[in-house]
């Protein structure tokens, strides 16, 4: 018998982390891999419509997570594009929405620390007889602890979200107990819904200590910034 009853199935919190972990892990990693590109073209080029982009962006880090939710619905429901995909309540969907919800704050920081690096980093690469290519990565290097700090706030943004997963993933889990589309934040809210204080509370512990990880890593790379200055 064992010392302490845990007041639910035996793997149940364990394959929620998972979800959570492997949907925001996934979305963020893609957002990344789109939004620095992105952050890198706007800081180093000026362009018709470049102020509507940004301010496009910038909105966009404040766009209700519901209705994200409900137009990725849309998206993979059987009347939308990728119906025939299948993807409605899937880890899949629930990454789409995950991403759009994270791509504006990496883009929007990333392109903050680019545009924040001084001219005169600039101008010292362009006197040594950089390239243009030569002058980007020196500003990219000064820049990268912004850079970092934006993809953890775009971590931090995807695993806190509990609206558009619940939408686009279900909330579901198998017949054992163990998480198909249940992650930390849905079934805190579902746990706590039924009751479950204990439960919900051991889980919003596990989110808590997620979160202040991610802090800590960004404090972490701060200080590293500030130091090398």
């Known amino acids: 018998m064992p010392v302490v009853e845990l007041p639910f199935r035996e793997g149940y919190v364990r394959s929620i982390i998972y979800v959570s972990l492997y949907v925001s892990g996934t979305a963020v990693v893609l957002s990344t891999l789109f939004s620095i590109p992105v952050a890198i073209v706007m800081g180093f080029t000026d362009f018709p419509g470049k ?30 594009p990728l119906g025939p995909l ?53 500003v990219i290097k000064e820049a990268r602890y912004g850079i ?36 930390l934040t849905t079934a805190i809210q579902l746990e706590a819904r039924q009751g479950q204080y204990d439960t919900a509370m051991l889980l919003g512990a596990v989110l808590l200590v997620l979160v202040l990880t991610v802090n800590a890593v960004v404090v972490r790379f701060g200080d590293g910034g500030a130091m090398n200055r």
Request: net charge positive; proline share 3%.
């Open 51 to 80: 102020q509507f982009v940004k301010s496009i962006i910038n909105t966009g880090m404040g766009f209700p997570s519901v209705v994200v939710g409900l137009l990725v619905l849309f998206v993979v429901s059987n009347q939308g």
């Open 148 to 183: 970092a700090t934006a993809i953890l706030a775009g971590f931090g943004r995807a695993i806190s979200e509990v609206g558009s997963v619940l939408i686009v993933g279900g909330n579901i889990t198998s017949a054992s107990g163990i998480s198909k589309t249940r992650t």
């Open 86 to 138: 299948e993807l409605i309540f899937t880890r899949e969907a629930m990454i789409m929405s995950q991403f759009v919800l994270a791509t504006p704050p990496i883009t929007a920081i990333s392109l903050a620390a680019i545009t924040s690096v001084s001219d005169n980093v600039r101008d010292a690469a362009r006197a040594l007889g950089g390239t243009r290519l030569d002058v980007a990565l020196v």
